[in-house]
């Protein structure tokens, strides 16, 4: 695989660190400040990641799409930081380098504004350990970026272990009553698939004999056989669909969201889930593109099931938060379907539908975390006639959960629809077993709506309040990516096409070197 790094920087300093680091930082700097500050927590948190959006998003806006079109196959990555790696950062080839291409900048983007808007939602929600909190929650930040952006298997995993602690600790410290059973739940399946991963990492540098753990290098020595690429495979596809999660390794996943604070749950569905799914693709994937391809009937079948699984156990929740938590399985079966289409609209849509989910279920359970903090109970039948008693917030649900049926106009139907026509392209049976699983997502997701929302108002919905102007603000750029990802989905789909292109060409050309038994290409 052609894998180039555009060494310039046109921002004249290390902006992709300055990004991943600054929330880091930031909770450096809160543990200096004076005890009893609450608001004082707040606003630090609130300016770091502000600060780290916006830095985000210029990476975003200033991101070549073109950049990359003239290599024939060859994914670029830009902003690399340091621009080239001369030695090993530590003992036995580790290196330090981070840089982004057009998947990853998507992501950063997204994990920049969730974490502002989870934070910006706190403020006024937040009120125990506010200085923990706010720490916690930017450790978590630039865990989450560093996986996006590490080029080092090793960098990766530090990250990646960065990630998983901090949202531990907010499930243990600020969730609810069976909070401390869903944390050791989290850590234990979790932590066993981190363990799989860095033997499997260690494991592919030491088979491939790269000199390094820097993927670039892995990449130009990895030529192995079929046999030992189907093993190192399968150990990072489990780690990683623990984290996805698909199905059958879901079950810690509803326990974290009901019990984890909202904040959390943003964080959690937003982005957490997505680092799975982006280590399919950066790393299993491309370093074992055969091993992958023979899996990928196995894992779209893994992803059909989640679909339906997720749409039926939603449908029998009693509680709003476990059903949209359940959605997710459903969600990013979709994600995984695509991706293992080996196509480029599956692969186009499965990516735009990794931001879509974090916007829309971030959402989501932004608005539960609003609902409960002034009724107190999550319980469906708890409530009725919100429409009446909160008509802002019973819009902005009504918006929020379009968005998560796929209704066009919104962002969440322009991923699915690429993602289920790759499936039909490569699978028929899939395809028509994912398309159903959609509709029954509707089905559940208007069914609550009209439990919530309409009928004769209950006693929980007599004395609740409409939203604030600082909820209405925490909501407001997500409502509007809502829109303009659906209406101008090329936004997003055009940095994701260009690297999405490269890796399919690389998928299909190792796949073939592999299965070559004189280890020629394949005529």
């Keep these: ?24 930082v930031g909770a450096l700097l809160l543990v200096a400040l004076p005890r009893r500050h609450d608001a004082l927590y707040h606003a630090v948190g609130l300016m770091v990641s502000g600060t780290t959006l916006v ?19 060859g994914t ?51 009120h125990h350990r506010v200085r923990e909190y706010v ?31 901090p949202m531990a600790l907010l499930i243990a410290l600020w969730g609810g009553g069976r909070k401390l059973y869903a944390t050791f739940k989290f850590l234990l399946y979790t932590m066993a698939g981190s363990a799989l991963m860095l033997v499997a990492i260690v494991a592919a540098v030491v088979v491939s004999g790269s000199p390094t753990f820097h993927l670039l290098d892995v990449l130009r020595q990895n030529n192995l056989p079929a046999g030992t690429q189907a093993l190192l495979f399968a150990a990072f596809a489990l780690a990683f669909a623990v984290k996805v999660p698909l199905f059958p390794f879901h079950t810690w996943l509803p326990d974290a969201h009901v019990e984890a604070p909202t904040a959390g749950s943003v964080l959690l569905a937003g982005v957490l889930l997505k680092l799975g799914t982006y280590g399919l693709v950066r790393f299993a994937m491309p370093l074992f593109p055969s091993a992958a391809a023979d899996a990928a009937p196995i894992l779209i079948a893994l992803g059909v099931i989640g679909v339906w699984y997720g749409a039926w156990v939603a449908y029998a929740q009693t509680d709003i938060k476990s059903l949209v938590a359940y959605s997710s399985v459903s969600h990013m079966g979709i994600v995984v379907i695509g991706i293992f289409a080996l196509n480029a609209q599956g692969f186009a849509g499965a990516t735009l539908q990794m ?104 006693g929980k919905s ?54 070559t038994p004189s280890g020629a290409p394949a005529p």
Excluded at 2 to 20: I, W
Excluded at 467 to 478: D, K, Q, R, S, Y
Excluded at 485 to 509: E, K, N, S, V
């Design 1 to 24: 695989m052609t894998m180039l790094l555009d060494t310039s920087n046109a921002l004249g300093f290390p902006v992709l660190s300055v990004t991943v680091f600054l929330p880091l």
């Design 55 to 73: 830095l985000a998003a210029v990476l975003f806006w200033q991101f070549d799409r073109s950049w990359a079109a003239p290599l024939q196959g």
């Design 355 to 458: 931001i879509n989910h974090g916007l829309s279920t971030g959402a989501l359970f932004m608005l539960v975390g609003m609902l409960y903090e002034r009724a107190h109970s999550r319980r469906i039948a708890d409530f009725g006639g919100l429409w009446a008693r909160m008509p802002r917030f019973s819009v902005l649900f009504l918006v929020v959960t379009l968005s998560s049926i796929g209704l066009p106009g919104t962002n969440g139907f322009v991923g699915e629809w690429l993602a289920l026509l790759g499936t039909f392209r490569t699978s028929v049976a899939a395809g028509v077993a994912a398309t159903f699983g959609v509709v029954l997502g509707a089905a559940y997701m208007l069914w609550l709506f009209q439990r919530v929302f309409f009928g004769p108002p209950s």
């Design 135 to 165: 720490a916690a929650m930017l450790v978590l930040e630039t865990g989450m970026l560093g996986v996006f952006t590490a080029l080092d298997l090793f960098l990766f995993y530090v990250f990646w272990e960065a990630a998983l602690l």
């Design 76 to 126: 670029a990555f830009q902003f690399a930081d340091p621009p080239r790696v001369a030695a090993t950062w530590l003992p036995g080839g580790i290196t330090y380098q981070v840089a982004v291409d057009g998947i990853s900048v998507t992501l950063v983007l997204l994990t920049g504004l969730l974490t502002f808007v989870a934070l910006l939602f706190s403020w006024a929600h937040v």
């Design 462 to 515: 007599n004395d609740v309040r409409d939203l604030t102007p600082v909820e209405i603000a925490a909501l407001a750029p997500l409502i509007l990516l809502i829109f303009w990802i659906g209406l101008y989905p090329d936004t997003f789909l055009q940095p994701i096409d260009q690297a999405g292109q490269a890796w399919l060409d690389h998928m299909r050309t190792s796949a073939e070197v592999v299965a």
